[in-house]
């Protein structure tokens, strides 16, 4: 059995999302993205269909790595010119080049914790000296939102034999790996946020992750 497999339900993805959120999710995901520099280089890590593809297709040069090829399949219909779309496990992802973004939609709520420590290590490897990191996820605020994100732990779970199953304090597992935030908005009473971040720099330089 494949852990965090979204195949299963590639086909109805977008539809659930609609159906619970409406646009909340994309305007999330997409609200940092208009203001990327031409110049980055970007990496999205489960994209996902792509339906932020839209929004970078100004940057120079953009690798989409999702794990589902079902949801991939569906991406590359809507990848621009500039996206290189690549198949495979973030885990088991490797590239000599750093980038200068590192976008995250809703990709670091299906792991356990000891698994996100290392997905974050790695993000930070591969982050430029000034990259950025672009997380849109979701947070307990309310207890409207704690029931509804159950619920959907509990579908995914099934759906989807995701690894995690609760909700992980995202932000706060973010800034002890080496990470600050610059900037956040956040949408839904505050249960769906964005959020950007950037590596701490000491004054000798990076302050490794830990």
Not at 16 to 25: E, H, I, K, P, S
Not at 76 to 93: C, E, Q, T, W, Y
Not at 116 to 122: D, G, N, Q, S
């Amino acid at each position: 059995m494949k852990a965090n497999d979204f195949d299963r339900i590639a086909w109805c993805y977008d539809f659930l999302v609609r159906m619970v959120f409406g646009t909340r999710l994309d305007r999330a995901s997409s609200h940092f993205l208009v203001n990327l520099r031409t110049s980055a280089r970007v990496l999205i890590l489960g994209g996902g269909t792509g339906k932020l593809m839209k929004n970078i297709a100004h940057v120079h040069e953009v690798v989409y790595l999702e794990k589902s090829s079902k949801m991939l399949e569906k991406a590359k219909k809507r990848s621009p010119a500039n996206v290189k779309m690549l198949h495979g496990d973030f885990i088991a992802f490797e590239e000599s080049k750093s980038f200068d973004v590192v976008i995250c939609p809703f990709f670091l709520d299906v792991f356990l914790p000891h698994e996100l420590r290392e997905v974050l290590k790695k993000i930070h490897a591969l982050l430029s000296l000034e990259g950025q990191v672009i997380v849109t996820d979701f947070q307990r605020t309310t207890w409207w939102s704690k029931q509804l994100i159950s619920l959907m732990y509990l579908f995914f779970s099934k759906a989807a034999h995701l690894s995690g199953s609760r909700l992980l304090s995202i932000h706060e597992m973010m800034l002890h790996q080496g990470f600050e935030e610059i900037h956040h908005v956040s949408y839904q009473d505050g249960m769906v946020f964005s959020k950007s971040y950037q590596k701490i720099l000491s004054g000798n330089g990076i302050l490794e992750a830990h």
